[in-house]
Nanobody, 123 residues
């Protein structure tokens, strides 16, 4: 499976962005998916995850109430709606496919990764 992430950009604090991640190739709707991010000099961290059927979602505490993850099966696409952006949200955002039906918080639980899309939030 190949993942193509897009939608990043340069915005001001308080603005919104929607990231998209389109899967192609040998895709499966039986796997969870997730978003991670990595800021300069920091470890890659979990942002949000969604189960195979979309019924279960999870978020990092730092984004709860501001970010919303969703997926559109007909388009093999996952989204991350990011509202009330803060400067600390600045990072490269990666989408990934979980090895399981649910989406865990550890990067080791993911088997395919997109190339990343840069999000920069100016304060």
């Amino acid at each position: 499976v190949q993942l193509q992430a897009c939608g990043g950009g340069l915005v001001q604090a308080g603005d919104s962005l929607r990231l998209s991640c389109r899967a192609s190739g040998r895709t499966s709707s039986n796997n969870g998916m997730g978003w991670f991010r990595q800021a300069p000099g920091k470890e890659r961290e979990f942002v949000a995850g969604i189960s195979w059927n979309g019924h279960y979602t999870s978020y990092a505490d730092s984004v709860k109430g501001r970010f919303t993850i969703s997926r559109e099966y007909a388009k093999n696409t996952m989204y991350l709606q990011m509202n009330s952006l803060k400067s600390e949200d600045t990072a490269i955002y990666y989408c990934a496919v979980s090895r399981q039906a649910v989406a865990g918080t550890g990067a080791a639980g993911y088997t395919a990764w997109g190339q990343g899309t840069q999000v920069t939030v100016s304060s």
